[in-house]
């Protein structure tokens, strides 16, 4: 009997669905972020002495210059929990912090002048589920806030999950947005007034942007040769173009573009590289087949790898993200 009730203990077991527990997260790396001033323009970068913006314990990360450079938006975890939104004055040399909600908000980005009231700003909100628990299957959407971090709004209720955005306009986006079931993250763009996304390419990278002075975007997109080449998205078309291969040893393979639309800066170590590219009309023909540059070491400063850049839109200063020293 005993050995009837086990066996039907066994297959009760064995019948019943388990649910995983959601899996925690892995921490944000700790980093800190450095302001490198351009008083003479990106030929003054290399003599620069770079100047911490928040360098606490831990993680700050993912500056974005305001529309006049005054301002630098970044994320960073200061109570050990989550991660929130803040925000440096260059001309007081002071941090806020602007969001203090439960969730976490990745990727503050200032919205274009003409999107919203001053100041307002967008992030990916990592959210709860309905019970107020951390979901397995990760819900990350477009959030905006005002210039105070207040007055959350939805922005794009049905794209789940955003990784990275960059406004083109006020109303589209270019849209980093994770796979699902082992599938690649998809460059999609989307439209506000609709809330709707296009997915147009996939096997990108995490560093989006408009690039100055045109209608256009850039991404990186890892080839079937297993090639990185930094490429550019004309909207209106969807036709791509290559720009350049991403510059040797970068593992990042994050970038940034001066105010001319036409010098990238991309990290690779403790380097910042820069390339400048050929008349748009040649892009193609030629596959941005230039070389890359150094103009910046870290290390020179006892600074450690550069694993993210921002430039300011008058080009007159650049924001770098470096890793922490080790303990001691």
């Known amino acids: 009997m005993r050995a009837l009730l086990s066996i039907a203990l066994v297959a009760g077991l064995m019948q019943t669905p388990v649910t995983p527990p959601p899996q925690t997260p892995a921490p944000a790396p700790a980093t800190d972020i450095y302001l490198v001033p351009l008083p003479n323009g990106l030929a003054s970068m290399k003599t620069a002495k770079p100047l ?162 045109t209608r256009l975007a850039s991404f990186v997109q890892r080839e079937r040769t297993g090639e990185f080449w930094i490429k550019r998205l004309d909207l209106s078309s969807k036709k791509i173009d290559p720009l350049v291969k991403t510059a040797e040893g970068s593992g990042d393979r994050d970038y940034a573009w001066m105010p001319d639309g036409k010098t990238i800066l991309m990290s690779v170590g403790t380097k910042v590289m820069s390339w400048t590219g050929l008349p748009s009309e040649a892009l193609a023909k030629e596959g941005g087949a230039a070389g890359w540059t150094e103009v910046f070491d870290a290390a020179a400063h006892q600074l450690g790898t550069v694993t993210r850049i921002a430039v300011s839109p008058k080009g007159d200063a650049v924001a770098i993200v470096v890793a922490e020293p080790p303990k001691k």
């Open 52 to 213: 911490p913006i928040s360098a606490a314990p831990g993680y700050d990360n993912q500056p974005n210059f305001s529309p006049d450079g005054n301002r630098i938006l970044f994320a960073a975890n200061r109570d050990g929990k989550q991660i929130d939104a803040f925000v440096f004055d260059r001309s007081k040399g002071s941090v806020t912090q602007l969001t203090e909600t439960p969730e976490n908000e990745n990727s503050p980005t200032y919205l274009p002048t003409d999107a919203g009231p001053a100041g307002s700003f967008s992030v990916v909100q990592s959210e709860f589920d309905a019970l107020g628990g951390r979901p397995a299957a990760p819900i990350q959407r477009l959030w905006r806030f005002n210039a105070a971090g207040k007055s959350p709004q939805l922005i794009l209720a049905d794209i789940n999950p955003v990784g990275y955005h960059a406004w083109m306009d006020a109303g589209q986006l270019v849209l980093f947005v994770l796979g699902q079931q082992g599938k690649p993250a998809t460059l999609q763009i989307a439209d506000i007034k609709n809330g709707k996304a296009e997915i147009v390419t996939d096997n990108i990278g995490r560093s989006l942007h408009r690039i100055p002075k």
